[in-house]
């Protein structure tokens, strides 16, 4: 399966907007072709957002639509120079050297992206990982051999926490397994200062953590770890995050992203509510005393 890139999201907004104003104006995809003197499978890519679109194509197709708002150029503008940039900018890119570019992809999704949603089975998420955690998780899955390596990968997970704070942050909703709570990562101490670190964060009006007991059974969602990110503007933008020890898997196909939807929406229904879930992960922070 391709990878979906922070490009493409993107430029599926732009592909969106631009497809919005040519229905709107009467148009065809033949007759937006004969603009860009192109082929009509070249306007359907760049509606899909799998192509990139040229400034100056972006302008004739504006004027041939009527899209005389300044609002809506200025808007068509940005998503298409954001669209064609790389990860320049990022603040990620200073850590490429213990970044690939699966992991830079996922920051830069998260950078865009304004909520997410994710069911979780042995591990904490790492956006609300403590430092400690993180660490023990990090020297555990060696793939980061230095300790400045892993010092450095730190850095960039507690970096990502940012977009839980600030004036616009991240809606973040996660689904925990009861196992997440249990399974001993770096001893005692540190998963008892993870747990509460999640009760402190749970307080944030755009956090809600949920628990899954083992005592729910079995469940649709319980066959492994995701996460499904959604995006401004458009609710079709939705994609889905699968990680796997060799590499990131990117859904973004309706019926697999509907099927995600349906997943995680099952997960939290049989979960605890969020007064309960803290409280459970109160009692298990108590059971982890050295």
């Not at 004739?60 to 150029?73: F, I, S």
């Not at 089975?121 to 899955?141: F, I, K, W």
């Not at 949920?210 to 969602?221: E, I």
């Not at 995680?264 to 982890?288: C, G, K, M, N, Y």
Request: aromatic share 6%; hydrophobic share 40%.
């Amino acid at each position: 399966m391709a990878s979906v890139k922070p490009s493409t999201v993107l430029g599926r907004q732009l592909g969106d907007d631009l497809r919005r104003f040519r229905e709107r104006a009467g148009m065809s995809t033949a007759d937006a072709a004969e603009v860009l003197d192109c082929t009509k499978g070249k306007i359907s890519r760049i509606e899909n957002g799998h192509v990139p679109v040229r400034l100056p194509d972006l302008n004739a197709l504006m004027q041939a639509y009527g899209v005389e708002d300044p609002a809506a150029r200025d808007r068509l503008g940005t998503l298409a120079r954001r669209a064609n940039r790389r990860r320049r900018e990022g603040w990620w890119h200073q850590y490429g050297s213990v970044l690939g570019d699966a992991y830079r992809d996922q920051i830069e999704m998260e950078s865009i992206c304004d909520s997410i949603r994710t069911y979780q089975v042995q591990l904490v998420p790492g956006l609300l990982q403590t430092a400690e955690y993180g660490r023990a998780v990090t020297v555990a899955s060696r793939a980061w051999q230095t300790p400045e390596e892993i010092d450095q990968f730190i850095q960039v997970r507690l970096a990502r926490q940012e977009r839980l704070t600030g004036e616009q942050p991240l809606e973040f909703w996660a689904v925990l397994a009861e196992g997440v709570l249990r399974q001993q990562v770096g001893g005692t101490e540190v998963m008892r200062a993870q747990l509460e670190h999640m009760i402190a964060v749970a307080e944030r009006p755009n956090i809600t953590i949920q628990v899954l007991p083992f005592s729910r059974g079995a469940h649709a969602g319980m066959f492994g770890p995701y996460l499904l990110m959604s995006f401004p503007q458009v609710a079709s933008l939705d994609l889905v995050l699968t990680e796997s020890p060799t590499g990131n898997i990117w859904m973004e196909g309706e019926s697999e992203v509907a099927c995600c939807r349906a997943l995680f929406d099952d997960a939290r229904t049989a979960a605890l509510p969020p007064t309960e879930s803290i409280a459970l992960i109160q009692r298990v922070a108590e059971e982890h005393t050295s």
